[in-house]
């Protein structure tokens, strides 16, 4: 079955520094999606970064980068250059191989980023 | 350009009650549609999902139903309400088929308290 960790609960930044956020998974299929959703306080899911699991290269959007070793299983999630806006709840997911696209999601991290 | 929109965004009901919550996409057209809940301070668990009208997919054994009357709209209910029905749900719309990396895409979510 396919699943998700995250281990950090919590994280701390202090402002214009990079973080990373962990995420491993397990799956047997060869075929995979890898993302990451930001949580604010308000609740909304936001939609950060997107890594397939044939793609060559790392996923980069901005400031968000996700540092993809396939081998390891891993899927960490870096924050360049972190703002007080950062601070949020981050989820990693993978979908399931399918027609509906099912996203199954990790426990989540909590980032808090400090003046 | 999508959007999607749920409602009402806080609910208070108490044990026994019926339950209903909407969601509706806009600007686009056959999309896959999902229920999660996160529970306080978890990640998200897939209630349902559905790839057409009709068309229902339940994860998890529960007190809750869905229902997809029509194509850009997704309904969750209940009979009666449990205490373990509280928590945050979360309404989602991806792009059908492979032409997409299947992110999904958040409604602003529905906090629920059974009393």
């Known amino acids: 079955a396919q699943k998700i960790t995250q281990t950090q609960p919590g994280m701390f930044v202090q402002e214009k520094e990079a973080v990373t956020l962990d995420c491993t998974y397990d799956?047997?299929?060869?075929?995979?999606?890898l993302f990451w959703y930001k949580q604010p306080s308000s609740g909304e899911m936001i939609f950060l970064i997107y890594?397939?699991?044939?793609?060559?290269q790392n996923a980069t959007e901005g400031r968000y980068s996700l540092n993809f070793q396939k081998a390891r299983k891993s899927a960490n999630l870096v924050i360049s250059a972190s703002q007080l806006g950062d601070s949020a709840m981050y989820f990693c997911?993978?979908?399931?191989?399918?027609?509906?696209?099912?996203?199954?999601f990790g426990t989540g991290t909590r980032l808090q980023v400090f003046p | 350009s999508q959007t999607i929109h749920q409602w009402p965004a806080t609910l208070v009901q108490p044990v026994g009650s019926p339950l209903s919550l909407e969601c509706t996409v806009e600007?686009?057209?056959?999309?896959?549609l999902y229920w999660y809940r996160q529970a306080a301070g978890r990640g998200l668990q897939l209630l349902f999902y559905?790839?057409?009208?009709?068309?229902i997919s339940s994860e998890v054994p529960q007190n809750l139903s869905a229902s997809r009357p029509q194509d850009r709209q997704f309904i969750l209910s209940s009979k009666k309400l449990l205490l373990s029905d509280s928590g945050f749900y979360l309404c989602?719309?991806?792009?059908?088929?492979?032409?997409?990396?299947?992110?999904?895409?958040f409604g602003e979510g529905s906090r629920l308290t059974v009393l």
């Open positions: 989602a719309w991806s792009v059908s088929g492979r032409a997409s990396a299947g992110e999904l895409f």
């Open positions: 799956t047997s299929d060869p075929s995979y999606g």
């Open positions: 890594q397939g699991s044939y793609d060559q």
């Open positions: 997911a993978m979908r399931e191989r399918g027609n509906t696209d099912k996203l199954i």
């Open positions: 600007g686009t057209s056959n999309p896959n």
């Open positions: 559905s790839v057409g009208i009709g068309q």
